[in-house]
């Protein structure tokens, strides 16, 4: 595979910063009506699909 293009390299970016848990302050905050991360994914299980 060649090098990345820029706007393939922000979307991995901003995909990597929305895999993660939901902070449990917002858990609290919303009394728990918030209780996973709706983008959070596994690398095994969902992939990108990135066409950039």
Partial sequence: MGKKSQKKKM??????????????????????????????RDWRRRKLRIKA
């Fill in 11 to 40: 979307i991995l970016g901003n995909r990597r910063k929305r895999n993660g848990r939901i902070p449990a302050l917002a858990m609290l905050k919303t009394h728990r009506r918030v209780q996973y991360n709706k983008f959070q």
